[in-house]
């Protein structure tokens, strides 16, 4: 190892800092071999610098004392040698006023960086390098159809496995889809026959009809699928567009289904209008002058009996149906009964044609349907009770997820009550689907990162994802097509997919160590650990996201990364000089989530925004990588306060790796039994949640803290360690 | 007729003035919530729309509700789907009218009619003429009582020379006054064949 310091003296980093004191700290203290200043270190004559102090010094190790590690990513880039970097831009001088108490906090920032350098080394990609760029397409509906040409369109091979005999999905037994040209007028046809013929006959995707998935195993870039037919095959990625099942109208006894022929669901008015324009009413045969829509039949429902959301796309699919009568015969009343109208996309022309053309709409609550097509409602814009007898009645029920089984709870029947059949039948320790994100729904975040599920190299597509139309399963499934391309292309290089990116750092374990607590295997977000026959984890690294969350579960501290460990953070935590109680300098350390409240503290530096000097910060991959022991250690080091920065948790949690913070709340709420046992107070280690756009608060938030502890005073533990 | 089968909505559409445009209300409550009057009047603009497409013929027809609108047109330049609701108020209003339906004594009513007359008989506004049968509309009795309130505004009009007594007896009329009825007796036959009036 050698190792080599470059402190940067641009962007006002010269002028408020003392810099040679700086770089005598990295040569006695840091005990660097080669310290080299420059007044500008990001120019091309600073990073020739940096390139001949590797090339021609021979450094392995590089420590930047520069702007954040965020910034210049593109200028220091030396993927060849470990580098660490001392944030004294958006860290200091954009932070601080001049004086001592800045240089004080630059001098630890340098002392930090030095520390962890010596604890890096460089990555050197993960060994679990699968080579298979296969794509597998789970369904074959036109989610799964569009994923599969997608890829084959991009030079990849596909495998669509369907468990019907025929392609096409719901998509093949409408009589016609909403429209998604301009105008937006008319209903369109489904164009499900050439996107069959353009599947069928592309070189690059084989078909497995009438088969379902038996058995996966593996990890993107090997994945292992076993089929129903017995046949085995290799992939690198799959998409998952299992699609949806229709909410079961015989589950909804108030409105008769079942009881009528008259009374159908959506796909029942669907079959109808396939076998005869004009539609004719199951019962007599007859041509239908008044038929009424039912909205959010069994949807949107508060009472906890039946679907609680909105399935997206049935109000225009009324609208739709409603123009089957219309435009075959405009004399046939047609009633459209809501109670909020939402047509997303280009929903808002259809509606308009849809009422230009004459189709009634009724804001109301349905209450019953009788048996002889007497639709019961309350009127919500005249206030009233009210009913419209009817030729024909269509329930427009929701779309329940095809999303196999419930990994948290595996009996759980579905919400049409069926019995979970597995989709994927993982091979993994966490279960045999996909983790559920609400409602059964197999997402990991709607917002952030659509696609991404909690199993890497697996991507869901289409309503099983979330409730949607045609149109918007298209998109989806042409965007998992690519996410699924990116992640056997990640694989193959042994590098992690979202949100670390070309990360080549991966899981190392030390197995001697290991006391099989399982944690590791349990608390991964990703279920990227299994475990052997005994007992002791094995790490699928292309299934790891490099969140580092088992780092911090790890109570025996067996599991690090080649870049970044509990001895990382630990040495940077004990490299700080902490002034001893009589000077009365209070020191708070910062473990700040590299993904929000780190990006949010550069971003306050940047707009100057000032905060307390006795912050140290060191950004963390994840909330869920801090390990307790770096918590125990900053407290017997003497520090006076710790503030842990991460994602929002719960519910609707921010977290990029879904899991951490809640894993890192989970934990720190533990940490009132070591505080006690130290005879410390409860506020010296906190927890706040932070987004990237809390700019704003979260120098307010630290300020707080600082006069907290002020408050309290001092930690008794200086000068023990 | 029955609830929602849109026979009165087919009938506004055809006999009502920009009636075509009631199935094209999404029922925001945009109109509702801008009507400077809204507190006042019966019934909604948007919820008329609705009692027309829910089949009401009696309940709007017999409505003050339409006779309310002074002509904003604030709910025109706000409503999202571009409705002329102000022309649609005024048209049900008409075909109230015309089908004896609107209340009789309903005060906008009653003024529309005098002043239709009023205008229509020599071509011109005669607003003296106007005022008194205004003022004399409940009886003699009240009339007076209402002149007396108002004289001194009446003489002041009369010291500016805003209001001339004599067009009581002598009133200004149009260079042709037989020509503007004949062509307003022709516009109420069209308008009568394109809505299906027999008069």
Same mark, same amino acid.
């Given at each position: 190892?050698?190792?080599?310091?470059?402190?940067?003296?641009?962007?006002?980093?010269?002028?408020?800092?003392?810099?040679?004191?700086?770089?005598?700290?990295?040569?006695?203290?840091?005990?660097?071999?080669?310290?080299?200043?420059?007044?500008?270190?990001?120019?091309?004559?600073g990073?020739q610098? &940096?390139?001949?102090?590797?090339?021609?010094?021979?450094?392995?190790?590089?420590? *930047?004392?520069?702007?954040?590690?965020?910034?210049?990513?593109?200028? !220091?880039?030396?993927?060849?040698?470990?580098?660490?970097?001392?944030?004294?831009r958006?860290g200091?001088?954009? /932070?601080?006023?001049?004086?001592?108490?800045?240089?004080?906090?630059?001098?630890?920032?340098?002392?930090?960086?030095?520390?962890?350098?010596?604890?890096?080394?460089v990555?050197?990609?993960?060994?679990?390098?699968?080579?298979?760029?296969?794509?597998?397409?789970?369904?074959?509906?036109?989610?799964?159809?569009?994923?599969?040409?997608e890829?084959?369109?991009?030079?990849?091979?596909?495998? #669509?496995?369907?468990?019907?005999?025929?392609?096409?999905?719901?998509?093949?037994?409408?009589?016609?889809?909403?429209?998604?040209?301009?105008?937006?007028?008319?209903?369109?046809?489904?164009?499900?026959?050439?996107?069959?013929?353009?599947?069928?006959?592309?070189?690059?995707?084989?078909?497995?009809?009438?088969?379902?998935?038996?058995?996966?195993?593996?990890?993107?870039?090997? !994945?292992?699928?076993?089929?129903?037919?017995?046949?085995?095959?290799?992939?690198?990625? /799959?998409?998952?567009?299992?699609?949806?099942?229709?909410?079961?109208?015989?589950?909804?006894?108030?409105?008769?289904?079942?009881?009528?022929?008259? =009374?159908?669901?959506?796909?029942?008015?669907?079959?109808?209008?396939?076998?005869? &324009?004009? &539609?004719?009413?199951?019962?007599?045969?007859?041509?239908?002058?008044?038929?009424?829509?039912?909205?959010?039949a069994?949807?949107?429902d508060?009472?906890?009996?039946?679907?609680?959301?909105?399935?997206?796309?049935?109000?225009?699919?009324?609208?739709?149906?409603?123009?089957?009568?219309?435009?075959a015969?405009?004399?046939?009343?047609?009633v459209?009964?809501?109670?909020?109208?939402?047509?997303?996309?280009?929903?808002?022309?259809?509606?308009?044609?849809?009422?230009?053309?004459?189709?009634?709409?009724?804001?109301?609550?349905?209450?019953?349907?009788?048996?002889?097509?007497?639709?019961?409602?309350?009127?919500?814009?005249?206030?009233e009770?009210?009913?419209?007898?009817?030729?024909?009645?269509?329930?427009?029920?929701?779309?329940?997820?095809?999303?196999?089984?419930? &990994?948290?709870n595996?009996?759980?029947?579905?919400?049409?009550?069926?019995?979970?059949?597995?989709?994927?039948?993982?091979?993994?320790?966490?279960?045999?689907?996909?983790?559920?994100?609400?409602?059964?729904?197999?997402?990991?975040?709607?917002?952030? !990162?659509?696609?991404?599920?909690?199993r890497t190299g697996?991507?869901?597509a289409?309503?099983?994802?979330?409730?949607?139309?045609?149109a918007?399963?298209?998109?989806?499934?042409?965007?998992?097509?690519?996410?699924? =391309?990116?992640?056997?292309?990640?694989?193959?290089?042994?590098?992690?997919a979202?949100?670390?990116?070309?990360?080549?750092? !991966?899981?190392?374990?030390?197995?001697?160590g290991?006391?099989?607590?399982?944690?590791?295997?349990?608390?991964?977000?990703?279920?990227? /650990?299994?475990?052997?026959?005994?007992?002791?984890?094995?790490?699928?690294?292309?299934?790891?996201?490099?969140?580092?969350?088992?780092?911090?579960?790890?109570?025996?501290?067996?599991?690090?990364?080649?870049n970044?460990?509990?001895?990382?953070?630990?040495?940077?935590?004990?490299?700080?000089?902490?002034?001893?109680?009589?000077?009365?300098?209070?020191?708070?350390?910062?473990?700040?989530?590299?993904?929000?409240?780190?990006?949010?503290?550069?971003?306050?530096?940047?707009?100057?925004?000032?905060?307390?000097?006795?912050?140290r910060?060191?950004?963390?991959?994840?909330?869920?990588?801090?390990?307790?022991?770096?918590?125990?250690?900053? *407290?017997?080091a003497?520090?006076?306060? #710790?503030?842990?920065?991460?994602?929002?948790?719960?519910?609707?949690?921010?977290?990029?790796?879904?899991?951490?913070?809640?894993?890192? @709340?989970?934990?720190m709420?533990?940490?009132?039994?070591?505080?006690?046992?130290?005879?410390?107070?409860?506020?010296?280690?906190?927890?706040?949640?932070?987004?990237?756009?809390?700019?704003?608060r979260?120098?307010?938030?630290?300020?707080?803290?600082?006069?907290?502890?002020?408050? =309290?005073?001092?930690?008794?533990?200086?000068?023990f @360690? | 007729?029955?609830?929602?089968?849109?026979?009165?909505?087919?009938?506004?559409e055809?006999?009502?003035?920009?009636?075509?445009?009631?199935?094209?209300?999404?029922?925001?409550?945009?109109?509702?919530?801008?009507?400077?009057?809204?507190?006042?009047?019966?019934?909604?603009?948007?919820?008329?729309? %609705? %009692?027309?497409?829910?089949?009401?013929?009696?309940?709007?027809?017999?409505?003050?509700?339409?006779?309310?609108?002074?002509?904003?047109?604030?709910?025109?330049?706000?409503?999202?789907?571009?409705?002329?609701?102000?022309?649609? %108020?005024?048209?049900?209003?008409?075909?109230?009218?015309?089908?004896?339906l609107?209340?009789?004594?309903?005060?906008?009513?009653?003024?529309?009619?005098?002043?239709?007359?009023?205008?229509?008989?020599?071509?011109?506004v005669?607003?003296?003429?106007?005022?008194?049968?205004?003022?004399?509309?409940?009886?003699?009795a009240?009339?007076?009582?209402?002149?007396w309130?108002?004289?001194?505004?009446?003489?002041?009009?009369?010291?500016?020379?805003?209001?001339n007594p004599?067009?009581?007896?002598?009133?200004?009329?149009?260079?042709?006054?037989?020509?503007?009825?004949? %062509?307003?007796?022709?516009?109420?036959?069209?308008?009568?064949?394109?809505?299906?009036?027999?008069?």
């Amino acid at each position: 190892m050698k190792t080599a310091a470059y402190l940067c003296g641009g962007c006002g980093i010269a002028e408020q800092l003392d810099t040679a004191r700086l770089a005598a700290i990295a040569e006695r203290e840091g005990k660097v071999d080669l310290v080299r200043e420059h007044p500008f270190l990001c120019s091309a004559e600073g990073v020739q610098a &940096i390139r001949e102090g590797i090339d021609k010094d021979g450094a392995t190790h590089v420590m *930047l004392a520069a702007c954040s590690r965020r910034a210049k990513t593109e200028a !220091f880039y030396f993927p060849d040698v470990a580098v660490a970097r001392a944030n004294l831009r958006e860290g200091v001088v954009w /932070i601080q006023e001049k004086g001592e108490a800045a240089q004080e906090m630059a001098d630890d920032y340098v002392r930090m960086a030095c520390a962890e350098l010596k604890r890096m080394q460089v990555p050197k990609a993960g060994p679990d390098t699968g080579k298979s760029k296969r794509v597998l397409v789970v369904g074959g509906g036109i989610s799964g159809l569009t994923a599969a040409l997608e890829a084959a369109e991009a030079g990849y091979e596909a495998l #669509i496995v369907e468990k019907e005999a025929a392609l096409g999905g719901w998509a093949a037994r409408l009589h016609r889809r909403i429209p998604e040209r301009a105008p937006f007028k008319d209903p369109a046809e489904t164009g499900v026959p050439a996107l069959v013929d353009a599947v069928t006959r592309n070189s690059r995707i084989k078909l497995q009809l009438g088969t379902t998935v038996a058995q996966t195993a593996g990890a993107p870039g090997r !994945f292992r699928v076993t089929l129903s037919n017995g046949r085995t095959e290799e992939v690198g990625a /799959i998409v998952q567009a299992s699609g949806f099942s229709l909410y079961d109208a015989a589950r909804l006894a108030e409105f008769s289904y079942g009881k009528s022929p008259d =009374i159908v669901d959506q796909a029942g008015l669907e079959a109808l209008a396939k076998k005869s &324009i004009p &539609i004719r009413r199951p019962s007599d045969n007859k041509e239908v002058k008044q038929v009424v829509f039912v909205q959010c039949a069994g949807q949107r429902d508060d009472s906890g009996k039946h679907l609680p959301y909105c399935s997206g796309h049935c109000c225009a699919t009324s609208m739709k149906q409603a123009m089957y009568f219309k435009d075959a015969n405009p004399a046939v009343d047609t009633v459209v009964i809501y109670t909020d109208l939402r047509v997303p996309g280009n929903g808002e022309d259809f509606y308009r044609s849809a009422q230009a053309k004459g189709v009634t709409f009724t804001k109301g609550k349905v209450s019953a349907v009788e048996a002889d097509g007497a639709v019961k409602f309350r009127d919500l814009i005249l206030d009233e009770d009210t009913q419209i007898k009817a030729d024909l009645v269509v329930l427009a029920t929701g779309q329940v997820p095809n999303s196999g089984v419930n &990994i948290d709870n595996p009996d759980e029947p579905d919400a049409n009550g069926a019995k979970p059949i597995s989709i994927l039948n993982l091979e993994y320790r966490q279960g045999s689907d996909l983790p559920r994100l609400a409602h059964g729904f197999s997402d990991s975040h709607f917002i952030c !990162f659509p696609y991404e599920t909690r199993r890497t190299g697996i991507y869901t597509a289409g309503p099983v994802r979330r409730p949607m139309d045609i149109a918007q399963a298209v998109e989806d499934a042409t965007g998992a097509a690519l996410k699924a =391309i990116q992640a056997t292309e990640n694989a193959a290089l042994g590098r992690a997919a979202h949100p670390r990116s070309g990360d080549l750092s !991966f899981p190392l374990v030390r197995l001697d160590g290991c006391t099989q607590c399982k944690r590791c295997t349990v608390e991964c977000p990703f279920g990227a /650990i299994d475990e052997d026959e005994k007992r002791y984890p094995v790490f699928n690294e292309s299934r790891c996201r490099r969140c580092s969350t088992c780092m911090g579960a790890c109570p025996v501290r067996v599991i690090s990364f080649e870049n970044y460990s509990v001895d990382s953070v630990g040495a940077q935590i004990k490299a700080v000089g902490i002034p001893d109680e009589t000077e009365e300098k209070p020191r708070i350390l910062i473990l700040a989530c590299e993904n929000d409240a780190y990006p949010a503290l550069d971003m306050a530096g940047l707009q100057r925004v000032k905060y307390s000097a006795a912050v140290r910060v060191i950004p963390v991959r994840c909330l869920g990588s801090v390990n307790q022991v770096w918590v125990t250690d900053a *407290l017997n080091a003497g520090y006076d306060g #710790i503030m842990l920065l991460g994602c929002k948790h719960g519910d609707d949690y921010q977290c990029h790796f879904v899991r951490g913070s809640a894993l890192a @709340a989970e934990r720190m709420s533990k940490i009132d039994d070591t505080l006690k046992q130290l005879a410390l107070e409860n506020e010296r280690v906190i927890t706040c949640e932070a987004a990237i756009t809390d700019i704003a608060r979260l120098p307010r938030l630290i300020d707080e803290y600082a006069q907290t502890i002020e408050r =309290i005073g001092l930690s008794p533990l200086k000068g023990f @360690a | 007729m029955s609830a929602y089968q849109g026979d009165f909505l087919k009938e506004v559409e055809a006999r009502v003035e920009e009636g075509e445009w009631v199935k094209m209300c999404m029922q925001c409550g945009v109109c509702a919530g801008s009507c400077p009057f809204g507190p006042h009047w019966e019934h909604s603009p948007q919820k008329i729309f %609705m %009692m027309i497409r829910a089949g009401k013929r009696e309940e709007v027809l017999t409505s003050d509700a339409m006779w309310m609108c002074t002509s904003c047109y604030n709910c025109v330049v706000r409503c999202p789907r571009k409705l002329p609701i102000t022309q649609i %108020m005024h048209g049900l209003a008409t075909y109230a009218h015309r089908l004896g339906l609107a209340p009789k004594m309903q005060p906008t009513r009653r003024f529309s009619v005098t002043f239709w007359s009023n205008l229509t008989r020599t071509g011109r506004v005669n607003e003296l003429k106007l005022v008194l049968q205004v003022y004399f509309r409940n009886g003699f009795a009240a009339g007076l009582k209402e002149f007396w309130n108002m004289r001194r505004v009446g003489l002041r009009l009369l010291a500016a020379k805003r209001m001339n007594p004599f067009e009581l007896v002598f009133p200004h009329r149009c260079k042709d006054a037989k020509g503007i009825q004949r %062509m307003l007796a022709k516009a109420c036959e069209i308008e009568n064949r394109k809505r299906g009036f027999s008069q």
